[in-house]
């Protein structure tokens, strides 16, 4: 029997009348028919989350203490977790990825989240102070952090859970209702997270899953609202454009993650092993749909051939679309959408005058699996920096090659985008590593490594990737309001 995947508003789960299908990129199959959440809908939910949060209600989960609030956070995390391998099949059937990615890289890590913004939450103590003076009073102010209300956390499909345990759990954590907007290509993960809301101890309100698309749709209403007090978004850079002006009605507060063009510098000294593994990664893992991943590489001319040599090595031999394979693998792109605008990208190698030394084209299997959405591992060299490969963020499994010379002209090179959000730099001289990474303009670079990251670590980008800082305490902050309550002091000495 076919899946329905129905929208949970204040503790209930309701179906709408429209629905739409949710394909399996790895062969075609439906995976499930979900309810698109309606306007109607959409207000349910957010005037719900409201009066929970800090409406009018006697119980607020906003004005729980942090303990009481933080207990019911880390029993809900519990039975998510009990709940493990429904979430790595949710998002297997989603993506079409193997099972040895979704358990290693989103699965129990992203669950973990909960329990690791609830113990940061309690490293943010109030702050106070005695002053007076300069008109004449005396007096104590102390400052806490109080909801914001209601949060709405649209995510992208690149990495479902994680991404939705990024924003859901620090605006739980700090009192807010969190309003989880899944993409449309990934609604099952966020589905078991609301089953086990439901089971948990969350009252109801504080938690909604919208199911739907963007403009017109649940994501265009629920940013469109007023009584959305802040949006925290994740997706591509002209959505985050979007979503920016919707917010401005109403100076709603937003943290935007954005799209890349993230480029690699491979200097004369660098280990070409450590390369290797970590560019396989950096370009290719998640069949290269993170907005980390490494789409230009610039490379010493005195490696150069080496390097594509041995990239090329790595992108022919990499397994492709073998669910159960244990070790490192690539699955499809998200959807046959995706990949037309990734063959698209792939398609102008050629029409602008470079080449492919790998890959450039749809693989093809000979079953079920060309019903999917799969793309080969590809190098591509001998662009211009202005050719649209180069330029445009691909989001697909995806490199181009090109020489340098010197360490100045490489700093331009890297820093030629409207982009600003990673960068890896590959050498064995420390010091030429931390003389050029302040000089690139991202919020995160890499020395001699991709991706390993304290998810508590500060995340941001530049420009077009991004406005506001996430992770660990600075989502909590973004999660909540500082008050100040000042009290005056009558009389005389101290
Ligand atoms: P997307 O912008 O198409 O969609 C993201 C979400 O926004 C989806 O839930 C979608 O339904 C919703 N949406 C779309 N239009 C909307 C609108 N007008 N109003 C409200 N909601 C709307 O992005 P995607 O294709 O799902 O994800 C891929 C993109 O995400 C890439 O550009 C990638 O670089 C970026 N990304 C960035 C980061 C980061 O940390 N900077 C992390 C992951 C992905």
């Not at 969350?202 to 739907?212: C, E, K, N, R, V």
């Not at 050629?350 to 699996?369: K, Q, T, Y």
Request: glycine letters at 10%.
């Amino acid at each position: 029997m076919t899946k329905e995947l129905k929208n949970f508003i204040a503790g209930e789960w309701r179906a709408s009348g429209h629905t739409f299908e949710k394909r399996s990129p790895f062969d075609g199959t439906l995976v499930a028919m979900v309810h698109e959440a309606n306007e109607d809908m959409v207000n349910d939910a957010i005037i719900a989350g409201h009066d929970i949060s800090i409406g009018s209600q006697s119980k607020l989960w906003g004005a729980l203490s942090l303990k009481e609030r933080l207990a019911i956070i880390h029993n809900f995390a519990d039975k998510l977790l009990a709940r493990v391998d429904d979430l790595v099949e949710a998002d297997v059937a989603d993506t079409g990825r193997s099972y040895w990615q979704a358990r290693t890289f989103d699965g129990a890590r992203a669950v973990r989240l909960f329990k690791a913004y609830a113990d940061t939450a309690l490293t943010m103590e109030d702050r106070s102070s005695q002053f007076g003076g300069e008109l004449g009073f005396k007096g104590m102010w102390h400052t806490s952090r109080r909801p914001k209300g209601v949060i709405a956390c649209i995510c992208p499909w690149n990495v479902p859970l994680l991404m939705a345990a990024m924003k859901v759990a620090p605006a739980l954590v700090m009192g807010n209702a969190a309003i989880l907007k899944p993409s449309e290509e990934t609604p099952s993960s966020a589905s078991v997270l609301a089953e086990v809301v439901k089971e948990s101890n969350i009252p109801d309100g504080a938690f909604a899953l919208l199911h739907g698309f963007g403009h017109g749709s649940a994501g265009g209403f629920l940013t469109a609202h007023p009584k959305v007090d802040a949006i925290t978004f994740t997706g591509e850079s002209s959505t985050g454009s979007a979503i920016m002006k919707s917010a401005a009605n109403g100076l709603r507060e937003v943290s935007l993650e954005l799209g890349g063009k993230n480029a690699a510098i491979v200097f004369e000294d660098a280990t070409m092993d450590h390369v290797a593994e970590g560019m396989r990664r950096s370009s290719f893992f998640n069949c290269g749909q993170i907005c980390f991943c490494t789409e230009r590489a610039y490379v010493h001319r005195s490696r150069f051939e080496e390097y594509v040599d041995r990239m090329s090595d790595v992108a022919n031999s990499i397994v492709i679309g073998d669910k159960g394979y244990d070790g490192f693998n690539i699955g499809p792109l998200i959807s046959r959408e995706h990949r037309q605008k990734v063959k698209g990208l792939l398609d102008t190698v050629c029409e602008d005058g470079g080449e492919f030394v790998a890959g450039g084209s749809i693989p093809e299997f000979g079953d079920e699996r060309d019903n999917g959405a799969f793309i080969q591992p590809s190098i591509a060299l001998g662009l211009s920096e202005d050719a649209r490969f180069v330029k445009n963020e691909v989001f697909g499994p995806v490199i181009h090659v090109a020489p340098f010379d010197d360490e100045e002209e490489v700093i331009a090179l890297v820093n030629d985008t409207e982009y600003g959000l990673a960068t890896s730099i590959w050498t064995e001289n420390n010091s030429r590593a931390h003389r050029v990474a302040p000089r690139i303009r991202v919020g995160h670079a890499w020395i001699n490594s991709w991706q390993i990251r304290d998810l508590l670590s500060p995340l941001t980008g530049a420009g077009a990737s991004g406005i506001g800082e996430q992770g660990g305490r600075l989502s909590l902050e973004f999660s909540s309001l500082p008050q100040t309550v000042t009290t005056r002091i009558f009389g005389e000495g101290q």
